[in-house]
């Protein structure tokens, strides 16, 4: 839910009371593998999480692998540049295209209350159930302490990695520009 408030004549200010959907992800490279790989494939990987109906969807695309890839999730919980185990299904999540160099993985949405999704070692490891799982694994997704990571042979510990970082909604972007271009009018306006 979204409201507007006007703070000062003219100043347009956006807030969310509750953020329900949420939108992370970023590029796909090789610099962003801990240490970075020689790899010069590209892709991106976005998910959509919605924090109420707890679901996850993925949007990934990727070219370019130097063999074919062997594995492809969601690792969780680390601050970005580490290196830490994997939350999601494993060695892929499901429907995930295998033995490829490139492909598309788009509007696949998951549970995040479905044992499958989550790689057994994930749910061991913060509590035995999904139910204290979950909650672990929402936190390092809303903390951008989460990564996607697709692994190939000639790269085992991952070829290409993206943070999940949020994704501004780009109405935010023009409320932002339009407050700023408000209160520079004002501010003139009342040095003038």
Sequence with gaps: MRSFTLLGPG???????HASILTLGGP???ANESPPTASTA???????VDTVALTIDFNVVFSGLTGVDTAAHIHCCIAQGGNTGVATAVPFLPGFPQ???S???VNQTF???DP???NPAFITSNGGSVSTAEPVFLAGLLNDQTYFNIHTGANPGGEIRAFLVPIPEPATFVLGGLSLVLATVRRRRTHI
């Design 11 to 17: 100043l347009l200010v956006l807030w969310s009371a």
């Design 28 to 30: 796909l490279s090789a």
């Design 42 to 48: 590209t892709g991106s990987a976005f998910v959509t």
């Design 99 to 101: 033995g490829v160099t």
């Design 103 to 105: 492909g598309s993985f």
């Design 111 to 113: 549970s995040l209350l």
């Design 116 to 118: 499958a999704f989550y």
